[in-house]
């Protein structure tokens, strides 16, 4: 039985001040519910904050993206190390606004996971289709590709310390979430593409629907037997949202 998760992504978004509220609201919101993991993953100048703020409570923290190298002459990167001196436990590798606005291609975005690994940070996997992708019905075709950009260079048992999410880009931001079968559809495809090389990891990891999750599809989407949580945006910034959705996944 997989174990449910729900990570917030706050991206460019926060404030000392407003963080201070989120976290509190958070923290106290989720403090009873014991069948879900939640985590947050804050832009890098709050990992202080969140550390001192969500040490010893439900909520784990992490960042957003890292630097594949472990230190050197790199202006403005962030290293694997630096995010586990603020207690960071998980860091989002490859998410579609880094790989359309940032030049993250598969072979940077698997570097990183790699280097995540490497110091013992869970990454977070993320994959997903444009639209036109997915109205040319090359859905399969663009998850596979990114999916093996992984299990090509490392293995699939790299997987079995991974997390992995589903974003797909025309649901991420707008007001267009996936329905339940559609992502569902996804995550098994996910599955059944591990399972060619390991049925054991295929099974036992966790796969994350991200795009226009709120508290009102949150339950429909972790219904499925393939969705094991949310990567949340927009929601995971209002703390009642943020904890409806965690909510909704413990139950
Ligand atoms: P959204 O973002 O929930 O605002 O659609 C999800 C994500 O990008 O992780």
Redesign the pocket.
């Known amino acids: 039985m997989r174990r449910k998760l729900v990570?917030g992504?706050w991206?460019m978004h926060g404030n000392v001040a407003a963080n201070k509220l989120l976290l509190d609201g958070v923290v106290a919101g989720t403090r009873l519910l014991s069948n879900v993991d939640c985590v947050v993953c804050v832009p890098y100048p709050y990992l202080s904050q969140a550390q001192s703020l969500l040490e010893g409570t439900n909520v784990a923290w992490g960042a957003q993206n890292l630097c594949a190298t472990k230190d050197g002459a790199l202006t403005g990167a962030v290293s694997p190390e630096m995010l586990l001196d603020y207690g960071c436990s998980h860091v989002?590798i490859g998410?579609?606004?880094r790989r359309s606005q940032f030049h993250e291609t598969d072979d940077t975005a698997a570097a990183r996971f790699n280097a995540a690994q490497e110091v013992g940070l869970t990454p977070i996997f993320?994959m997903g289709e444009t639209l036109e992708e997915r109205e040319s019905d090359w859905t399969d075709f663009i998850i596979g590709r990114q999916l093996d950009s992984i299990m090509r260079r490392y293995g699939v048992e790299v997987l079995a310390k991974a997390v992995l999410?589903y974003?797909p880009l025309w649901?991420?931001?707008?007001d267009n979430?996936a329905t339940p079968e559609q992502a569902q559809e996804v995550h098994t495809f996910i599955r059944k593409r591990i399972a060619r090389c390991d049925v054991n990891i295929a099974t036992e990891v966790r796969i994350l629907y991200?795009?226009?999750?709120?508290p009102a599809n949150a339950a429909g989407l972790f219904a499925m037997s393939d969705i094991d949580g949310?990567?949340?945006?927009?929601?995971?910034l209002l703390a009642g949202d943020f904890v409806s959705i965690c909510r909704a996944a413990n139950n």
């Open positions: 990570v992504n991206k989002i998410h579609s606004e993320c999410a974003e649901a991420v931001g707008s979430p991200g795009g226009s999750v709120t949310g990567l949340i945006g927009r929601a995971s």
